[in-house]
């Protein structure tokens, strides 16, 4: 079991602390190991068996602790979802916050905002990342995931923008294609499990291959056939 | 309410009919539009207020008739999720064997395929087509739904391995590409509804439209400096 991972690392009973505040220090850590466990747990057993379909008992079972101890890093399971949402969102949000100083164009900022979200899709949140807004949760916590992911939303839409205002990105409905990449790999998180030839980074970076370069054969010295081709059936590319 | 459209239609009681197998064919005719009622009245509902917590007093009430009404057409709740499903995908199964028969790239055939696909999923069985498996339904019936399903996925590969060999579509992985496709497609069942200004058809043409072209500008007269630039950053398109 991977939670296991989670419990103080060998040895630090043994060790003595050298100032109360290091043991404070510790504590802390500590907490916000098991915190973390109870966290994945919970993701695992909602994606196992659906929110509603499981128990704070499951949850204290598979960690092989008491429920009490499970209330004690979490208020309830309503808040439990809501972190395990968060704990798939938090990636991909720190990756806007890591493109914003990238020196490169915007198409490269966005794709690296997107491996991050396919990622996380293909994580052990990804169930709780796409399906927590449909599990009756209160109206605060709803607004509140709302609010996340549209936050989301708007961020890959401002990075299409500016990358079609860049060049980098060919002129585009920065909404639609925004619903089609978030889609794309929200998708993930209801097939991932079946392959598991493949690692969530390389899933992501197949699906962000596909999204820049599209189905249309490029123009390329290694296949004029097809560029001739292409030109014939273009139609109209952009709409 | 669309529920009323299939109604006999006016007229019919008064015109007597020429011969019992014509008054025969139009009491078959009034059978099926009338189970078409039912099974488009059940997508609503499910789509509203999901599976679980509909019932089928519910879609009778909303047909304005008792429930024996309703189990004139089918025999359970189950089956009327079935029937739903499968009145979203037939136009999808239908899509493929008339673009079997298009003189055109396998490209061409793929995007009527996706067309009919994405509209299928903005109407009022998309909600069915993309939950049914999740609703803890019998076996038979889960298994029944998943072939039809990968039908639908292994119908969709093909006509991108079509197209790589007639050099219609940019090398790719077929499967990671079909599912990047499908997912984005599914996915609009979860946000159509807070986009009335697009129809399903006007939806779906824009995912094409992403879909063929995809991110990366295309080097076209009108652009060569954004042509130049994506040169620089191609990497590798295939992965």
């Known amino acids: 079991?991977?939670?296991?991972?989670?419990?103080?690392?060998?040895?630090?009973?043994?060790?003595?602390?050298?100032?109360p505040w290091r043991a404070s220090r510790?504590?802390?850590?500590?907490?916000?190991?098991?915190?973390?466990?109870?966290?994945?747990?919970?993701?695992?057993?909602?994606?196992?068996?659906?929110?509603?379909?499981?128990?704070?008992?499951?949850?204290?079972?598979?960690?092989?602790?008491?429920?009490?101890t499970v209330y004690y890093y979490v208020t309830n399971k309503e808040q439990l979802l809501f972190e395990c949402f968060v704990a798939g969102v938090e990636p991909i949000?720190?990756?806007?916050?890591?493109?914003?100083?990238?020196?490169?164009?915007?198409?490269?900022?966005?794709?690296a905002v997107l491996?991050?979200?396919?990622?996380?899709?293909?994580?052990?949140?990804?169930?709780?990342?796409?399906?927590?807004?449909?599990?009756?949760?209160s109206p605060a916590m709803s607004r509140h995931i709302k609010q996340l992911k549209s936050e989301i939303d708007h961020g890959i839409r401002r990075l299409i923008r500016e990358g079609v205002q860049d060049g980098s990105i060919e002129p585009c409905d920065a909404k639609m294609t925004a619903f089609a990449l978030a889609g794309a790999l929200n998708w993930i998180a209801h097939w991932y499990r079946e392959d598991q030839s493949m690692t969530g980074a390389q899933i992501?970076?197949?699906?962000?291959?596909?999204?820049?370069?599209?189905?249309?054969?490029?123009?390329?010295?290694?296949?004029?056939?097809a560029r001739a081709r292409t030109r014939r059936v273009r139609g109209s590319p952009t709409r």
Chains 1, 2 share one sequence.
């Open 26 to 68: 510790e504590r802390l850590r500590d907490r916000e190991l098991k915190r973390e466990a109870v966290i994945r747990a919970a993701a695992r057993e909602f994606n196992r068996k659906g929110y509603h379909n499981t128990s704070l008992d499951d949850i204290a079972a598979r960690l092989e602790v008491t429920k009490p």
């Open 115 to 137: 491996r991050h979200y396919g990622e996380a899709v293909a994580s052990e949140f990804g169930w709780c990342m796409v399906r927590a807004e449909d599990q009756d949760l």
């Open 1 to 19: 079991m991977n939670s296991r991972r989670s419990t103080p690392p060998a040895g630090r009973a043994s060790a003595p602390a050298a100032s």
């Open 93 to 111: 949000r720190a990756a806007f916050r890591d493109a914003r100083e990238l020196p490169v164009p915007a198409r490269e900022r966005l794709k």
């Open 204 to 225: 992501a970076e197949a699906f962000v291959t596909i999204f820049e370069g599209g189905l249309r054969p490029r123009g390329s010295a290694s296949a004029p056939g």
